[in-house]
């Protein structure tokens, strides 16, 4: 998903969407505004950063549907940025949910890449709270403001970091999702990694976690994260036997675990048994 948002709006109202896409009014920047916890934070960034100028709010939501050959994710994203500044105002943003490629990449493109800036959510949307903006060494203050206040606004917590592969979360989630691949590797049960993670606390298991994310991103981020940091994070092969058997997880209802009509029993997600022949598994 990627988003669009409009500079200054000189006081009017404007609109901005929740966690679910449902737009809804947001109180206008400017003189007599009143203060709002979810949007203080515009002000006290651009006090801090000695910027004078007025933040911008959500104007423009625009969805787009990314490639689902990650080939070509990169360069659709260089097209919507060039696409998006010839048909939108100078004051534009424009937000990347790419949860790999390095921001200043996509910026790089751009006429103006101060008003580039990643805003990486998680999958399922509607239900993880972290939104990771992310902040290159050109992006304009007033810019990463308006990311803040639109993911306080949509509920979220939020996080800045700089830019760099897989910023913060793919590159500490990377290790921990490869190890999960490795255990089940060596024939450890799906349910009992996911199980044992859950007993210790984290909301979803890894094995989880790849079928929401999508098996297909996971192995395409591999290799980016290789390149970046070396052989310790490597991945197992089982991802491309995965990828072979057309296995994204949810999306397209084949991963780990059951899809449609039975897929629980007496309250607990059931794993596709089918899996262990495609990855020539014997779980213990």
Known sequence: MHGATGGKNGGMPVTAPDSNGVTSEVPAAGAGRTRNPNTDVLD???EDSGSTRSPAFLTTWIRVTSSTCPRTRAGRRWTMVTEIEKSCSPETIFASNTSSIPISKIASVA??????VGM???SPVQKMPLLEVIRTDKTAPWV???AVAIGKKQGKTVIVVNDGTGFYTSRILGPLMNEAAYILA????VEDID???RAWGWPVGPITLLDEVGIDIAAHIGPIMVEAFGERMTPPPMFAKLVADDRKGR???RGFYVYGGKR???GKKLVDQSVYRVLGIDPK
């Open 44 to 46: 006290a960034c651009c």
């Open 111 to 116: 006429k103006r890449p101060e008003l580039v």
């Open 120 to 122: 990486h959510y998680f």
């Open 144 to 146: 990463v403001a308006t």
């Open 186 to 189: 060596e024939g450890i049960a």
């Open 195 to 197: 199980g044992a993670m």
């Open 251 to 253: 999306k397209n209802e």
């Open 264 to 266: 629980k029993k007496e």
